[in-house]
């Protein structure tokens, strides 16, 4: 069945560095993946997508880009700050019309100021 | 702000008890989702609606579970007699969904804050 998997966190990052945070996923056809992110005692809000190969979501200096030759949507920031500490997850919607979401079980970052 | 909201927030129940959310979605949406998300997990799908109609129902969802939308807008999901395995962050989320049209359009779902649910 579909499936996503992402790499277990925590991520300790101090300000002004990198972030990667590797997703991979499992899917019939050609499904749209995203990255939500949940900050502290809220709910899941979007970060960006993509719904076909090779598409670049970006969002807030966020970027993931959609390879379907090695099933990854790699979220990506070329420089964090100490806002962005928040749990990360990656989803894909299935093909079809039945839009149900299969999520990651999340990343945490923290970022060090 | 017309964004998803559920109430109540956070729910303290005794094992055994019936507990009851609620959930309104988007008012232009005609979808509507309920996951539930355990500490240190992603949301796992527990039912949906297009509109009134309660279209598919994860295996997750035992007896127990029911859901409603009586009337196309707001959702009900009810657990009777809850076990401490129940504990869990209850999420809605809604969407908009018109066979035909382009999917970048109408598959992106909108998240409500969340019930929490503590079963003693």
């Known amino acids: 069945g579909d499936s996503v998997t992402q790499m277990e966190g925590p991520v300790t990052l101090s300000e002004e560095a990198f972030l990667t945070i590797n997703c991979t996923y499992t899917?019939?056809?050609?499904?749209?993946l995203f990255w939500y992110v949940q900050y502290p005692g809220e709910g899941l809000q979007l970060l960006l997508k993509a719904t076909k190969a090779d598409d670049k979501g970006s969002n807030k200096g966020f970027e993931a880009t959609y390879r379907k030759e090695t099933t990854s949507f790699h979220l990506e920031k070329g420089s964090v700050q100490v806002s962005d500490s928040a749990v990360y997850f990656c989803a894909l919607r299935g093909p079809g019309n039945f839009n149900k979401f299969y999520f990651g079980s999340g990343t945490k970052l923290n970022v060090k100021p | 702000d017309t964004g998803v909201s559920q109430d109540p927030r956070h729910k303290i129940t005794k094992r055994g008890q019936n507990v009851t959310f609620r959930c309104d979605p988007i008012s232009e949406h005609n979808r509507l989702y309920w996951y539930r998300q355990t500490l240190g997990q992603g949301p796992e799908f527990l039912t949906y609606?297009?509109?009134?109609?309660?279209?598919?129902k994860s295996r997750l969802l035992s007896d127990r579970f029911s859901a409603e939308r009586p009337k196309g807008s707001f959702s009900t999901l009810e657990i009777q007699r809850t076990e401490q395995g129940d504990s869990a962050m209850y999420l809605c989320?809604?969407?908009?969904?018109?066979?035909?049209?382009?999917?970048?359009?109408?598959?992106?779902?909108?998240f409500g804050p969340g019930t929490r649910l503590t079963v003693l």
């Open positions: 989320a809604s969407c908009s969904y018109h066979r035909g049209l382009a999917t970048s359009s109408t598959d992106t779902q909108y």
């Open positions: 899917a019939t056809g050609y499904p749209s």
């Open positions: 609606f297009q509109n009134e109609a309660q279209l598919e």
